[in-house]
């Protein structure tokens, strides 16, 4: 079975430029998360996905984050402008709700780095 | 305010020894705590998970131990071997929002 998707694996962009990041989560996971993690910390929730509803975005940078998951399947988070400080490696992860309880199965994660 | 906090940021063991990571937390309304494994240039990936109804929970050679007056888990790896090193991270969860801590780098030298 394959495990959770994403790419672009590396991305270096400058400041102010649009990035956007693809995960395509385990098949048939209805839970999709996007945590970022800065360099020696452990990550951090953005948003939270029941099939395609958000239902946890409380520490989504609205100004300048954006994420969708359309048909409850794939999910795409985008930051646009990208700041200095939005370096980082951004992690997917799925899970399957109410069969084992919050078992987190994550990307390889996409490593960003802004210039 | 940090409310999943490890303290110890590496740990060397040598093969066979027992290793014990420890992990911190603050807030009582965590109801399910988990560990995590990370090599480099990878996702985190799951390895042992306790409910706050029990105290101990074991799979094979992991062990994780929670003591919820103190607000404190561990997980003992027994014995240790070297593919065990790797970056640990402990999450506490309630309502499916997880709390990370920021890792403990393990090295299990041969």
């Known amino acids: 079975e394959a495990g959770v998707v994403q790419s672009p694996r590396y991305k270096i962009i400058e400041k102010k430029q649009p990035v956007a990041f693809w995960c395509n989560p385990i098949s048939g996971h209805n839970t999709l998360y996007w945590y970022r993690q800065n360099l020696g910390q452990g990550p951090e929730l953005l948003i939270r996905?029941?099939?395609?509803?958000?239902?946890?975005d409380s520490q989504l940078p609205k100004d300048r984050f954006s994420a969708e998951r359309l048909k409850g399947v794939d999910s795409t988070l985008k930051i646009q402008p990208a700041e200095l400080g939005d370096s980082a490696v951004y992690l997917c992860?799925?899970?399957?709700?109410?069969?084992?309880?919050?078992?987190?199965?994550f990307g390889p994660g996409t490593r960003l780095l802004v210039l | 305010d940090q409310q999943v906090k490890q303290n110890s940021p590496s740990l060397s063991v040598q093969e066979g020894r027992i290793s014990i990571l420890n992990c911190d937390y603050t807030?009582?309304?965590?109801?399910?705590f988990l560990w995590y494994k990370k090599y480099p240039a990878e996702g985190p990936t799951f390895l042992i998970s306790i409910s706050s109804i029990k105290d101990k929970n074991e799979d094979g050679r992991f062990t994780v131990f929670l003591n919820k007056s103190a607000k404190h888990l561990s997980l003992h790896i027994v014995p240790s071997q070297p593919g065990d090193s790797a970056v640990y991270f402990c999450?506490?969860?309630?309502?499916?929002?997880?709390?990370f801590g920021t890792g403990t780098r393990l090295k299990v030298l041969a």
């Open positions: 807030n009582s309304m965590f109801d399910y």
């Open positions: 992860a799925s899970s399957l709700a109410g069969v084992s309880r919050e078992t987190q199965y």
């Open positions: 996905y029941e099939n395609e509803e958000a239902v946890d």
């Open positions: 999450a506490a969860s309630r309502a499916y929002k997880y709390i």
